[in-house]
């Protein structure tokens, strides 16, 4: 009993140990910029630089616009299935399954050649249509884990008795969809915004060959050619994936349902 | 003219037939329940008036309107489902008010209404509380509030009770009669519980297998059953055959055994084999009088069930099954004791042939 004990401690600490390590070297190394003591000269450096607010107020921007249109791309058609097409739930599943098994680099590739400045729609022609095209792959980036979000979260409501308590009420589809239905799967549509937010932050491939001013692309710079800053980086893109983690805990509870579970 | 109106309603998935030939008209006022077992096409026939599902054949009029192809949000019916279908996010207020803000009325008017509605269903303490904080009872008292605040021309309750514990379905399906009476709604209730549908109805339309097996008021499907299947399902029944002896005289043997009844016999000759209804509380153990029948059998088991004594009467090859009221006083019928069982001309039930 006690030995079996001592294993499972072991394999916790190993295992803390795995994960953890880098990390703390990593921070570590972000803190002697200054020779000699610790500071925090590697992050101030990182904020006050010009190409460091531009990329990531970019990316920001960005996946906000990514995670509406994909809400309102992923909502409508995770509803429609749940409720009208419950057949068609495989294909669609497999579909938005699509982006984890296809790389980026082809993806991109596909993209470039589709809508480069030769084809029928040159987005790539002009800067807001790279940028629609590189929010439009993000949405593609995301979808696996904005629909499983959505669809895990409408499967915990009765979609179907919820509508047609509501169309009795004489509402049509918009007021079922905006009034009813969100507010309801509002944890499922958290947790995949913030799922789509740390993607989109991090993401090099597309917006690189894309040729766009992202955050990834940045850090992928500021890697090539300094020491300290891409350490200070690195932890900071690690607390911002957590803090979407801590956001989807916090306030991915939504909207108490029929059981009382938040 | 007739409130509600279907006429010629059939509902086909594919080549199976849920509802077949189902007409009905209802009047204004009218409370009639669907009854029926699982899978009869009760609530498909429901849905089909509340417009979730179109029929494949036949036309709904609602005040004389065709409303057959109407879309649900504008037939203005109020529905109560099973799962009370409140909507989690908004408080009981919200709840109640909602089809009214759909309407666009004003703010005022939806906050007197859904007063109105919250002392209507004895609530008005938990106007702002949420679906998860109330007791199922409640929370199906707050689904009839909504339902009933934008106030539809139809009510339509789909099985609202099964869902409850038996002291409060007896207590809410009284507060819904008596609510239904005072609002003068025309309301559908689908049930398949009997008690329910005799208790609450001015009409029963009892179903199977998709088709309207009987139309009539809880009096005439308990005392005067069409069919072997609406005897079997209402209440409980004693099921004979029975040869007939005397058309005109309504004699019949009953293994062996004469016995008259007073009803017609559907055009039955002397010698067809009819099925016949005996209710085990219509029946009275000992020999009756000259105006009565009486078959001779052996107790084969007694049931103590309380209020009544229920005791299990072998004659050749049927068994019968007879009620009677447990007086306190005196030992109970003994198995294995020859016994008479009598019972009155108007009694013996025939039924049509399936």
Redo the contacts between chains.
């Keep these: 009993m006690k030995s079996g004990k001592f294993g499972a401690w072991l394999a916790v600490f190993v295992g803390v140990a795995y994960f953890l390590a880098p990390l703390v070297a990593t921070f570590e190394f972000s803190l002697r910029m200054r020779r000699g003591e610790y500071s925090f000269d590697a992050y101030r450096v990182v904020f006050a630089s010009d190409s460091f607010q531009a990329s990531f107020l970019y990316s920001t921007v960005l996946a906000v616009v990514t995670i509406v249109v994909a809400i309102l791309i992923v909502v409508p058609t995770a509803y429609w299935v749940q409720l009208r097409l419950p057949r068609l739930r495989g294909i669609v599943e497999f579909t938005t399954l699509l982006p984890l098994v296809i790389p980026a680099i082809v993806l991109v590739f596909g993209y470039i050649k589709l809508y480069g400045s030769s084809s029928v729609l040159p987005l790539t022609a002009t800067t807001l249509g790279s940028d629609a095209l590189l929010m439009f792959g993000y949405v593609g980036l995301g979808l696996p884990y904005m629909y499983r979000s959505v669809e895990t979260a409408l499967r915990a ?2 979609v179907r ?2 509508t ?9 589809i918009l ?1 079922i969809l905006f ?2 239905i969100l ?2 799967i509002r944890s499922g549509i958290l947790s995949g915004a913030f799922l789509t937010f740390a993607i989109v932050i991090g993401e090099f491939t597309f917006a690189s060959l894309l040729d766009r001013p992202a955050f990834g692309p940045y850090l992928q710079l500021i890697g090539a050619s300094r020491a300290y800053e891409p350490s200070a980086l690195a932890i900071m893109a690690f607390a911002l994936t957590w803090a979407c983690m801590g956001l989807i805990l916090l306030l991915g509870g939504g ?7 938040r | 003219m007739s409130f509600l109106t279907l006429t010629g309603i059939q509902k086909t998935y594919g080549a199976n037939a849920v509802v077949r030939d189902f007409d009905l008209s209802v009047e204004r006022g009218e409370l009639v329940t669907f009854l029926g077992p699982s899978g009869c096409g009760k609530t498909t026939t429901l849905r089909m008036i509340a417009g979730f599902e179109t029929p494949t054949e036949g036309s709904i009029l609602i005040d004389g309107h065709d409303v057959t192809n109407l879309r649900a949000n504008r037939r203005k019916i109020g529905m109560v489902f099973q799962a009370y279908a409140l909507f989690p996010n908004m408080t009981v207020a919200q709840n109640i008010g909602f089809g009214l803000k759909v309407a666009g009325r004003p703010a005022a008017e939806i906050k007197a209404r859904v007063g109105e509605m919250l002392a209507m269903i004895k609530l008005p303490q938990l106007a702002e509380r949420y679906p998860y904080q109330l007791s199922r009872g409640q929370q199906q008292r707050v689904s009839l509030a909504r339902a009933l605040a934008p106030s539809p021309q139809i009510l339509l309750l789909d099985e609202p009770l099964s869902a409850l514990d038996a002291r409060i379905r007896v207590s809410l399906r009284e507060e819904i009669r008596a609510l239904q009476r005072n609002l003068g709604i025309t309301t559908i209730f689908v049930t398949h519980d009997q008690e329910e549908a005799l208790s609450m109805s001015d009409r029963v339309v009892v179903m199977n297998e998709g088709a309207i097996e009987q139309v009539g008021t809880p009096s005439e499907i308990y005392n005067a059953p069409r069919t072997r299947f609406v005897a079997s399902f209402v209440g409980t029944l004693n099921l004979l055959d029975g040869t007939i002896v005397d058309a005109s005289a309504g004699a019949v043997d009953i293994d062996g055994q004469r016995a008259t009844t007073r009803r017609k016999l559907n055009g039955a000759k002397p010698g067809d084999v009819l099925a016949l209804a005996l209710r085990p509380e219509a029946l009275r153990l000992g020999a009756g009088g000259d105006d009565r029948n009486t078959l001779a059998g052996v107790i084969e088991d007694v049931a103590f069930l309380g209020a009544v004594v229920r005791v299990r009467v072998r004659l050749a090859r049927a068994a019968i099954i007879v009620d009677t009221f447990n007086r306190g006083a005196g030992a109970l019928p003994a198995r294995g004791e020859s016994v008479a069982v009598n019972f009155g001309a108007d009694d013996l039930i025939p039924l049509q042939p399936n």
């Design positions: 409501i009765d008795t919820l047609e308590a509501a169309e009795s009420q004489g509402a049509g007021t009034r009813v507010p309801n909207a108490p349902n029929s059981t009382g579970k």
